[in-house]
């Protein structure tokens, strides 16, 4: 079973050298302190940020200089700062070729929902619409289950939709999964997850085709 760093390790190796890549709060943006030797990325935050770098370290923390989480960042040479208005006109003009979101849930048709519980306060819908509505390439970070132990990868959501038809793949503590016009399809199960634990923790449907190998996690 993987933690949230090894989540996010896993889906660095998703990345492509030239990609701009673009990383919502939470788990995803952890992915920027694990890219691969040898790939260049260039990382994009809706508050008008290009060119992120990993955390920076203890002591070392600019406040002046954040993502859109309100997270003190590094930059790379060659970062550029511009408003909002010119990052968003990025993102849906779909010069993002790869989008890391969390969620709340994610059904087996890849709707996503991951701005609002209903009942509970929250802040604004943040950049999310927009970047599902744009990206070509989503993959979603997330714990299988909820606090409550229940599965979070669902035949349909029942919490507001973010995004209709738009996950690409599910990257989680259990599993890597890919949605297909037939369904969600198991890829690659954790270290020591069996192939059972991973269905009992999911409601939707999944596809088994085959022997499942173990993710490598360097």
């Known amino acids: 079973m993987l933690d949230k760093i090894g989540i996010a390790k896993r889906i660095a190796q998703e990345l492509q050298d030239g990609y701009f890549v673009n990383l919502g709060i939470g788990i995803p943006t952890l992915v920027a302190n694990y890219i691969p030797a040898g790939i260049n990325v260039e990382i ?10 990993p955390f920076p370290f203890e002591g070392e923390e600019d406040a002046d200089i954040i993502n859109a989480g309100k997270q003190t960042i590094t930059t790379l040479a060659g970062a550029s700062f511009f408003d909002s208005a010119m990052s968003f006109a990025m993102i849906r003009g779909k010069h993002v070729d790869l989008t890391v979101l969390g969620a709340m849930e994610v059904a087996e048709n890849g709707d996503i929902a991951n701005w609002k519980i ?3 306060m929250v802040k604004g819908m943040g950049g ?3 970047l599902v509505a ?3 390439n989503i993959i979603v970070a997330m ?10 990868i669902l035949k349909k959501c029942t919490l507001p939709l973010t995004g209709v038809r ?10 890597v999964m890919e949605i297909t016009p037939n369904g969600i399809k198991l890829l690659e199960r954790a270290p020591g997850v069996s192939i ?14 085959g022997e499942i190998p173990e993710m490598v996690i360097d």
């Open 44 to 53: 994009q935050s809706e508050n008008g940020v290009l060119g992120m770098g």
């Open 118 to 120: 209903p009942g509970k």
């Open 128 to 130: 999310a619409m927009d």
């Open 134 to 136: 744009s990206a070509e």
């Open 143 to 152: 714990m299988h289950v909820n606090k409550a132990g229940e599965s979070k």
């Open 166 to 175: 738009c996950v690409k793949k599910i990257v989680t503590e259990l599993a």
């Open 196 to 209: 059972e634990h991973i269905i009992a923790a999911t409601e939707a449907e999944l596809i088994i085709d």
